[in-house]
C-alpha cells in the first residue's frame, strides 16, 4: 500500500509539471530550440544523461517518470514531456542500471589483445570503458560506436598504416628534420584527421547526438591541454563534479551541441603524440589538445574515479571487475637512434623531439602505475578478502622483441 502511495503521488506530480512545462513553452518558444548538456530542461535541476530521438537530453529521474518501464533494466518513451505534440513511430528504449548493482570497468592503454577473441561482445560485458591514446581509439569505437574486436582490430591496422605513412623526404638527413619543421609534426595531420573522420563520422558527437540508439556503455577518453599541460577527459556521459577532494584531471564538457566535441576530434585529441602529430585545434573554442598518454598513460587511475563519481550508490566498494589491458612490455633494450651528423643540443627541432621524449618517457611507465594503484586499492583490501583482489585484473603479455616506436607501423 505505501509503494502504491507512494507511486501514484509521483505520477500526479509528474502530470502537474508537464501542464507547466506545456504554459511555458508555449510562452517562450517551440522547446525544440532549446538544448542544454549541463542542465535537464525538464526538471531545471539534475544533470542530463539520456540523449532521446529529438535531441533533447533528460536525466535518469525524468527518464523514470515520463517513460514507462519493461524491464529489470530498461524504460521505452514514446515521446518527449519537452513537446508532447508529437508521438514517435518506434518508442525509444533506454538502459538504466539498478542502484547498487555491480560496477564492471575496462580501461585500455594500447590495442587489445587477440587472446579477447574476436567476436567477443565486450561492450555487453562493461558499463565504462575508459581510454588513453591508441586505447582511446579503440574505447570510442567499441562503447560508442558498438564496433566488434575484430572491426576495432581491422580499423585500427588502417589507420595505423594510413596515418603513419612517411612524409616526404622521410630517411634523408637534413631534408627529413626541415619537412618536420615546416610542418610541424613528423606525420601528415590533415590525412589522420580524414581517415578519423571516415571511421567515427565527421559530425556526430561525442555526448547529446541523435544517436541510432540508447548508449549503454559509458566512455572516457584522457587527453592534455596544450596550455598548461593539464589533465583532462572527454565523455559521453554527465556525472556531478567532484568537491571532496582533487582530481588529478578535469571533465570538460561543452554547455550544448553547438560547441560539443565530436567523435573524431576526440579520436585526434587523445592520439596527438608530440611530435608525430601537431596539437588538435577545436574550430569554436580555440582549445588545443594533445596526447592523453602525457599523464594517463594507462588510465586505471581515471577509471577507478570516474566508476566511484558516476555511480555514487556503490559507496566504497569494490567494481565487479575492473580490467586494465596494455600493449605489452618487453624486457630487451629499446635501440638508440644515433644523434647523426651535424645534430646540436641547441637545434631547435631537436630540441622540440627531446622534450616530447622526456614528457612521453616519464609518463608512459605503464606497469609502475598499475604497480601503484594495486598496492593502494587491491592488496590493502585484499588483506581481509581474497575475493577482492580477483576483480582487478591486469592484461600485459611480454613481448618477445623491444617495445617498437611509436610509428612503428611493421610492428
Given at each position: 500500500m505505501c509503494n502504491t502511495g507512494v507511486s501514484s503521488y509521483i505520477d500526479l506530480v509528474s502530470s502537474l509539471h508537464l501542464r507547466e512545462l506545456r504554459k511555458f513553452y508555449v510562452n517562450v518558444g517551440p522547446a525544440r530550440i532549446f538544448k542544454s548538456h549541463e542542465m535537464c530542461l525538464s526538471c531545471l535541476r539534475e544533470l542530463p544523461e539520456h540523449t532521446i530521438v529529438c535531441g533533447h537530453v533528460l536525466c535518469n529521474a525524468?527518464?523514470?517518470?515520463?517513460?514507462?518501464?519493461?524491464?529489470?533494466t530498461m524504460v521505452t518513451m514514446s515521446q518527449c514531456p519537452l513537446h508532447l505534440d508529437k508521438?514517435?513511430?518506434?518508442?525509444?528504449?533506454?538502459?538504466?542500471?539498478?542502484?547498487?548493482?555491480?560496477?564492471?570497468?575496462?580501461?585500455?592503454?594500447?590495442?587489445?589483445?587477440?587472446?579477447?577473441?574476436?567476436?567477443?561482445?565486450?561492450?555487453?560485458f562493461f558499463d565504462?570503458?575508459?581510454?588513453?591514446?591508441?586505447?582511446?581509439?579503440?574505447?570510442?569505437?567499441?562503447?560508442?560506436?558498438?564496433?566488434?574486436?575484430?572491426?576495432?582490430?581491422?580499423?585500427?591496422?588502417?589507420?595505423?598504416?594510413?596515418?603513419?605513412?612517411?612524409?616526404?623526404?622521410?630517411?634523408?638527413?637534413?631534408?627529413?628534420?626541415?619537412?618536420?619543421?615546416?610542418?610541424?609534426?613528423?606525420?601528415?595531420?590533415?590525412?589522420?584527421e580524414g581517415l578519423l573522420q571516415s571511421k567515427f563520422g565527421p559530425e556526430n558527437l561525442l555526448f547529446g547526438g541523435t544517436p541510432g540508439g540508447e548508449i549503454a556503455t559509458k566512455v572516457a577518453i584522457t587527453s592534455t591541454t596544450s596550455v598548461g599541460h593539464r589533465a583532462v577527459i572527454f565523455t559521453n556521459y554527465n556525472r556531478p563534479d567532484e568537491t571532496e577532494y582533487k582530481l588529478p584531471y578535469k571533465l570538460q564538457r561543452a554547455p550544448g551541441p553547438e560547441t560539443e566535441l565530436k567523435l573524431w576530434d576526440v579520436?585526434?585529441?587523445?592520439?596527438?603524440?608530440?611530435?608525430?602529430?601537431?596539437?588538435?585545434?577545436?574550430?569554436?573554442?580555440?582549445?588545443?589538445f594533445e596526447d592523453g598518454g602525457l599523464h594517463h598513460n594507462c588510465p586505471v587511475w581515471v577509471a577507478h574515479h570516474e566508476s566511484k563519481l558516476i555511480w555514487d550508490d556503490g559507496g566504497s566498494g569494490s567494481p565487479d571487475v575492473l580490467l586494465s589491458i596494455g600493449t605489452g612490455e618487453s624486457k630487451h633494450q629499446v635501440p638508440q637512434r644515433t644523434k647523426g651528423r651535424g645534430s646540436s643540443e641547441n637545434n631547435?627541432?631537436?630540441?622540440?623531439?627531446?622534450?616530447?621524449?622526456?614528457?612521453?618517457?616519464?609518463?608512459?611507465?605503464?606497469?609502475?602505475?598499475?604497480?601503484?594503484?594495486s598496492r593502494e586499492n587491491v592488496q590493502a583490501q585484499s588483506r581481509t578478502s581474497f575475493d577482492h583482489r580477483q576483480r582487478y585484473i591486469r592484461i600485459n603479455p611480454e613481448l618477445e622483441q623491444a617495445v617498437p616506436g611509436l610509428d612503428d607501423v611493421t610492428s
Open positions: 525524468c527518464v523514470l517518470s515520463f517513460g514507462e518501464k519493461t524491464g529489470p508521438e514517435w513511430v518506434d518508442k525509444w528504449r533506454i538502459n538504466i542500471k539498478p542502484r547498487h548493482a555491480g560496477v564492471r570497468v575496462m580501461c585500455l592503454d594500447g590495442h587489445l589483445q587477440k587472446q579477447l577473441g574476436k567476436d567477443l561482445p565486450l561492450t555487453k565504462l570503458i575508459v581510454g588513453t591514446s591508441a586505447g582511446g581509439i579503440i574505447a570510442l569505437g567499441l562503447g560508442v560506436e558498438s564496433w566488434s574486436v575484430d572491426e576495432c582490430m581491422s580499423s585500427f591496422r588502417e589507420l595505423c598504416s594510413e596515418a603513419l605513412r612517411p612524409r616526404e623526404f622521410r630517411g634523408v638527413f637534413g631534408l627529413r628534420q626541415l619537412a618536420t619543421y615546416n610542418h610541424g609534426s613528423i606525420n601528415r595531420t590533415k590525412l589522420f579520436a585526434r585529441e587523445t592520439s596527438a603524440a608530440p611530435p608525430y602529430f601537431k596539437p588538435f585545434k577545436k574550430k569554436e573554442t580555440k582549445e588545443s631547435l627541432l631537436r630540441r622540440l623531439f627531446r622534450t616530447a621524449k622526456d614528457r612521453i618517457d616519464e609518463a608512459l611507465s605503464c606497469p609502475r602505475i598499475w604497480q601503484e594503484f
